[in-house]
């Protein structure tokens, strides 16, 4: 992984649909509203000044999360960054709410084998599809912060290495040669 | 003039008697005499609009004669039924000025066409669903967050798939006699091109002779295919049958000859239903049943 990631950019996606959608709404339903929110969002990530970027998408000032709009918003905005094609190097950390969010954002990431970084209320999580030793090694750079090239290989070993640089490629944490690893939500509070 | 009586009673239980009817080649003009009708649910409100809309398109609006008590055409008022109908039948049944916001009434007959109609039913339902969630259906307060979800998805699949308008409407009952409990009904119908015709292109290939009403709508239902080939597509259906599966409700779906369902224990009525009288678009009902235990 190349330069530090800029500082963090929060989004309100509830303001965004009320932008793009409505003034009154408030509901995040439909393809079509997805589809506008999720163009707002690349459009405030494009104007970030260097990549990557590291962007805090806010739900909760959303009260309705349909799977359709999860789908467009969260699922399809991961893959569109994800792809070799991608516009930019970005991380995306989510913050929901409780379990009105948390059914929608499972379903939708788990279709797609992805997983993401979110905040239900109660601390960061890992959501979606990951594999035991990905949430293992999750979990201990989420508790730790920030852990050094050094003791990476000697807290995780030579394999545990490859998961968490598998978690980087998945844009699921931060890893460089020269820093060592970051959890995404340390990068968030001290990029 | 052919006449189709409508039966003192319509729900979702009987309504393959209108269809059979309704669905005639007969050209001459219809007349829908509900004189009788003294109960009504939504799945019978939407079948009688759609109906109306089916007989209409042989050249001459059909009429339709209101029940005769008054509990019942008020009740009809209060359910935005002679709003709706104002535009399918002749007279009558379009005289009167909808009711707004009718305090007893979960979702009035809504019409469905575009995504704003969705956000519509989305924002209506949730001033109201809260209590009528919590008190009759003991369902958490947080429920209405999920029955919003399955609105929203029940009526994209009108925008998305159908290539028609359509309608939805719920209410809630007390059916202290039939189940000893209250249930939430909703009911979402539209005359569009059906399940089978919007799968055709993507996947009737693969299915070959098998290809079908039943096929088409078990692969929707069951498997989650949809027209688009997008990963994410097909969810919606999906998780509505997740949802009401966890409040042991039922899901139907009908479409062309085929009616397929998620049914409980509660229900005696079978999974899949085929060679029923062919009928345009889809018809969906939800029941969700009050907690018990």
Known sequence: MGESPTPLLTIDVGAIVGDAVAPAR??????????????AIEVRIARTTRAPSVSLLDFSQVRILDFSCADEVIAKLLVRYLRRDRPREAFFLFRAVGDNHRHAVEEVLGRHGLAAVCNLGGGY????????????????????????????????????????RGLADRRLAWYGRTDGACALSTLARNP | MRVIEIPRSLDYRN???????????????????????????????????????????????PRISLPARQEVTGYLERMGFHHAAAGI????????????????????????????????????????????????????RSAVVQFSVILSEVCQNIVEHAEAPGWVAAQAYNWQKR????????????????????????????????????????AAFL????????????????????????????????????RIADTPDWSSRPPLEEGLTHFPGSQINIILPERTG
């Open chain 1, 26 to 39: 408030r509901d995040l339903v439909t393809r079509p509203t997805g589809r506008a929110v999720r163009e």
């Open chain 2, 223 to 258: 498997l989650g295919l949809t027209r688009f080939a997008d990963t994410g597509r097909g969810q919606g259906i999906q998780q509505i049958r997740k949802q009401v599966g966890r409040w042991q409700g039922i899901l139907s779906i009908r479409s062309g000859t085929v």
């Open chain 2, 15 to 61: 309504v393959e008697h209108i269809y059979e009817q309704a669905a005639g080649d007969d050209s001459s003009p219809v007349l829908f005499d509900a004189r009788r009708l003294r109960w009504i649910d939504p799945n019978g409100m939407l079948l009688l609009l759609a109906a109306g809309q089916v007989a209409a398109r042989s050249g001459t609006a």
């Open chain 2, 89 to 140: 039948f002749r007279s009558g049944a379009g005289t009167r000025r909808r009711s707004r916001s009718a305090s007893d009434v979960l979702l009035e007959i809504t019409p469905v066409t575009t995504n704003s109609d969705v956000h519509d039913v989305v924002d209506r339902v949730q001033a109201r669903a809260g209590a009528i969630l919590s008190t009759a259906l003991r369902y958490p």
């Open chain 1, 125 to 164: 999580e890992l959501l979606g599809s990951a594999t035991g030793e990905e949430r293992t090694a999750w979990r201990a750079l989420e508790h730790k912060g920030r852990i050094g090239p050094g003791e990476l290989a000697a807290r995780f070993g030579e394999d545990g290495v490859l998961v968490i």
């Open chain 2, 179 to 218: 189940l000893g409990r209250h249930v939430a009904v909703i009911a979402v119908s539209d005359l569009g091109c059906g399940f089978r015709a919007s799968l055709e292109a993507e996947h009737a290939a693969r299915f070959g002779d098998r290809w079908g009403d039943a096929t088409a709508l078990e």
